[in-house]
């Protein structure tokens, strides 16, 4: 059975592909250099990667692919696989990328033959329509472990800041403080945050041993 908010997040996303499509305001986004700058932030889980080869990445609610063509479009090689509730988004990313994987399903039951070397998360915990601030940290407590099971390098996932003068009722808003501390006390204490960048959100990055900053 599938998860109420992923439930919620499916069908919201859904109506807003069916009405713009393959655009910004398709995945309920704002301006494309805002979009632009989160997919930098996403890709930048890679920064310290040695694999020596492409490296593999799952895009959590992948949307279209749109990571994929800002990778593409700057030059990034990935061996990429994307993830998401929405069948006619799927369907538009095997259309745009017949070279990558595109599957349809909840990343909570997703059960993967292997892991990636990173997997990144953009955008699914800066929305919580009209969900509960308790049921999104719920949400949150079982779907951030689940990104860095499925990672080898490290995982990155954004969400809204409650640094902020206004907070719209629709956004998931989680302390960065808070956030650091959950991560570092149940997932990895190898974590770093950007909160630096021009957008009222922050990112998050979950290293492996060995990877990205602090002791080993």
């Not at 807003?16 to 889980?45: E, Q, S």
């Not at 919580?128 to 940290?137: C, G, P």
């Not at 407590?141 to 907070?167: E, K, Q, S, Y």
């Not at 956030?179 to 990055?205: G, S």
Request: some cysteine; charged content about 20%; hydrophobic content about 40%.
């Amino acid at each position: 059975m599938m998860d109420p908010v992923s439930e919620r997040l499916k069908q919201h996303y859904g109506n807003a592909f069916a009405t713009h499509g393959a655009t910004a305001r398709g995945v309920d986004w704002g301006r494309d250099d805002d979009v632009r700058l989160r997919y930098a932030k996403m890709l930048a889980v890679l920064d310290g990667f040695e694999g020596g080869s492409v490296p593999s990445l799952l895009d959590v609610g992948c949307g279209y692919g749109g990571l994929l063509d800002y990778a593409s479009a700057s030059g990034v090689s990935l061996r990429y696989t994307g993830i998401d509730l929405c069948e006619p988004m799927v369907l538009e990313g095997r259309r745009r990328h017949p070279e990558a994987r595109f599957e349809v399903g909840d990343i909570l039951d997703f059960g993967a033959a292997c892991g990636y070397d990173a997997v990144v998360c953009n955008g699914i915990l800066t929305q919580k329509l009209d969900t509960s601030i308790a049921e999104m940290n719920r949400f949150a407590g079982r779907l951030i472990p689940r990104l860095f099971a499925l990672c080898r390098h490290a995982a990155a996932f954004n969400v809204m800041t409650t640094r902020v003068n206004f907070m719209a009722p629709n956004l998931y808003y989680r302390s960065p403080i808070e956030m650091l501390a959950y991560c570092i006390d149940q997932v990895t204490p190898r974590v770093r945050i950007d909160h630096a960048y021009p957008l009222f959100e922050y990112t998050v990055y979950l290293h492996r041993t060995g990877d990205g900053p602090g002791p080993a």
